[in-house]
């Protein structure tokens, strides 16, 4: 069983390299930088079509999209992971929801107000996304007062997902959302999340 996790701590590969830990998984780890030629060349195009980062080689077979690989690896092994039908469910909701309706308003707000040097900021992209982003926070909070983790009453994928996706949130504010901002901080205090946060720190 040879497990390869490609793309450099600092980039979404941080939410693999998390969930490799939390599932105890021996991994070979490639740091292919996001802007380095390697992730363009047709090697690791085989890998991931997109020429991005992350992807993984799970005995050789190929993978790309973070939160997806995440799904599988812990599909796969059995672990952070519901047994009930509806529990798989809620996995797949909040995964979807952190992709499709928390990362295209986070990414754009960090990007525009912090990553991108100054002269090309645009402060209109980061107020539209500034605007509607607290809506889906609430929604989250909402959730997290039903239930203490996202899918039921133990951590799973479905909060690392999420919880990785909201790696910025603090920058952004949570206060306004305190389940939401404990569950954040609960998150972030497991050991494999401290590791992989160390590790994108140590290696930018
Ligand atoms: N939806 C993809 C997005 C991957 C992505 O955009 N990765 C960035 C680094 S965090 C990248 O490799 N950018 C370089 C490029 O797109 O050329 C995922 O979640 O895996």
């Known amino acids: 069983m040879s497990l390869v996790i490609y793309g450099i701590a600092a980039s979404r590969a941080f939410r693999v390299l998390w969930a490799a830990r939390e599932l105890d998984l021996p991994y070979e780890h490639v740091r292919h930088h996001y802007k380095g030629p390697e992730v363009k060349a047709a090697p690791y195009l085989a890998i991931n079509p997109m020429g991005c980062v992350p992807a993984i080689a799970d005995d050789g077979l190929p993978l790309f999209e ?69 809506q889906r926070l609430a929604v989250l909070d909402g959730a997290l007062a039903r239930t203490s983790w996202l899918a039921g009453d133990e951590f799973t994928i479905a909060d690392l997902n999420v919880a990785s996706v909201l790696f910025r949130g603090p920058a952004f504010g949570l206060d306004r959302w305190p389940r939401l901002r404990d569950w954040h901080a609960r998150c972030y205090a497991r050991p494999a999340a401290k590791a992989a946060v160390a590790e994108r720190e140590a290696r930018p």
């Open 66 to 134: 973070s939160l997806a690989i995440n799904l599988y690896l812990a599909r796969k092994a059995g672990r952070l992971w519901p047994n009930a039908p509806y529990g798989e469910g809620l996995v797949y909701q909040w995964t979807l929801f952190g992709g499709t309706e928390v990362e295209p308003l986070l990414g754009p707000w960090f990007y525009h107000t912090t990553f991108l040097p100054p002269a090309e900021r645009k402060p209109e992209v980061a107020a539209d996304a500034a605007a509607t982003l607290p």
